[in-house]
């Protein structure tokens, strides 16, 4: 049984085909969603995000980072054969080819899912804010409210409701450039 | 209608990489080295470690493959009777052996034979083992098919073998050959096989014993051409006679062959036998062997 608590490094690590599933699941929309974004079309990226999980499959016993997350290491790979396809103007197969992979067939349905991933939400964004932060976004930027009238319903002074504004809209901004 | 939905892409490449995982697990499983990889990676050991490391692994792979092959339910081993696995090559053959008690592991070693792969690929194969060497009555052999295309086998027996194991093809005919016995256990053979003949040639010049083998009994039993059979006894006993108190010395094996070298100097050569015993096959630098051996002999003294 996989343990689906377990960090991105023990999945690496200690993990066997399973753990290893759990992990792709973790990181493969985000890691196609960069890709989409960064590549001619939806099924370059899908190319390249089968390169980039097959290299992470070879390599991953050689996971080093002392990083529970995985994260920037994928990041780290994704770049590196993005880079490589950029300058060669084809996704590399080396990963693939080592582990006999068969290739899997992009359909247009794919490349329509494949490129709705490039589009990054801004809903999405503003659930990982703070909830007093969330609600004054919302309030101001959403709904135009003004701040005196924000600050009498959620019961604050207006300093407070535009220091949420900010700081809420300074989160996104840095969210947002995580995510693109 | 409902059609039938594919899956979309990233479900597909999942179950793909979910795929091609397990076959990595699989290989990772056999040499074992793979689960230590981490551990490697986390102690940066030094190159002295890494080796010993690597030496324990590759003892760990051998028994983890064998274990995997055998029946699960598999006994313990008895109490005061220490589980050892053994291992042995066919050097000539490039067939490895390693045994544990009743599981036999036969694999081609790389680079693997054309002429061995092709005779044992898909063929019916006996493995017949048995302790001690020799002793027909302790023999069991049992008999599968190899594996098509593969160059790994095993076999399971109904009790302990514990010394030699040989391979027959369907025609009867030995593939390959194996004693497990120790290094220190084949040197003492090889001495006493010496030492024995030696002993047995100084008092009584007969060539043909149980200690030579047939071809080297056949070569240096004949008398030079001329000599009468009266000069040829004086002669032979004069050569025995050199052998007098002579013993091993010094020892080298490589693999089914070996040289003793006496204390008179003489350096016999010994084969190793399909039974596992050794026997003497030829002498140098001089002696029975060679085109010149007459003249050699001729010159220490010799028949």
Known sequence: MVDHEATDRELLLEGDAAAFAVFYDRHAEWVLGFLRRRSPDGEAAADLAAEVFAAALSGRRRYRSKNASAHAWLLAIASNKLNSALRSGYAERRARTRLAMRPVEVTDDDVARIDALAEVSVVELLQDLPTDQRTAVLARIVDEGEYADIAVTQGVSEAVVRQRVSRGLAGLRRQWEKRV | ?303
């Open chain 2, 1 to 303: 209608m409902t059609g039938h939905r594919q899956p979309w892409y990233l479900d597909r490449l999942r179950a793909e990489l979910e795929r091609v995982a397990a076959i990595e697990d699989r290989r990772e499983r056999g040499p074992a080295l793979g689960r230590l990889r981490p551990a490697l990676g986390r102690l940066r050991p030094s190159p002295q470690t890494l080796v010993a490391l690597a030496f324990v692994a590759a003892l760990v792979a051998v028994v983890l493959a064998v274990a995997r092959e055998s029946d699960v339910e598999r006994q313990a081993a008895p109490p005061g009777k220490k589980a050892v696995t053994l291992f042995g090559d066919d050097v000539e053959r490039g067939v490895r052996f390693v045994l544990d008690r009743r599981v036999l592991t036969v694999s081609l070693l790389p680079p693997v034979r054309n002429q061995i792969f092709e005779t044992v690929s898909g063929a019916r194969i006996s493995a017949t083992c048995g302790a001690p060497p020799g002793d027909p009555r302790r023999e069991t052999t049992v008999t599968r098919r190899w594996p098509d295309g593969q160059t790994r086998t095993s076999y399971r027996f109904p009790r302990d073998v514990s010394s030699w194991c040989r391979l027959y093809d369907q025609s009867g005919s030995i593939v390959a050959f194996v004693s497990f016995r120790s290094a220190s256990g084949a040197r003492a053979l090889i001495a006493e096989t010496a030492n024995k003949w030696a002993r047995h040639f100084a008092s009584s010049p007969q060539t043909c014993t149980d200690y030579v083998s047939r071809t080297f009994c056949e070569g240096v039993k004949g008398c030079e051409p001329g000599l009468s059979i009266r000069a040829c006894r004086a002669k032979a006993r004069q050569w025995g006679e050199y052998f007098l108190g002579a013993t091993a010395q010094r020892i080298a094996i490589r693999g089914d062959r070996a040289a003793a070298t006496l204390s008179n100097d003489v350096i016999v050569q010994l084969r190793r036998t399909t039974t596992g015993e050794w026997q003497i096959d030829g002498m140098g630098p001089f002696g029975a062997v060679g085109p010149d051996a007459a003249a050699q002999r001729r010159e220490h003294r010799g028949p």
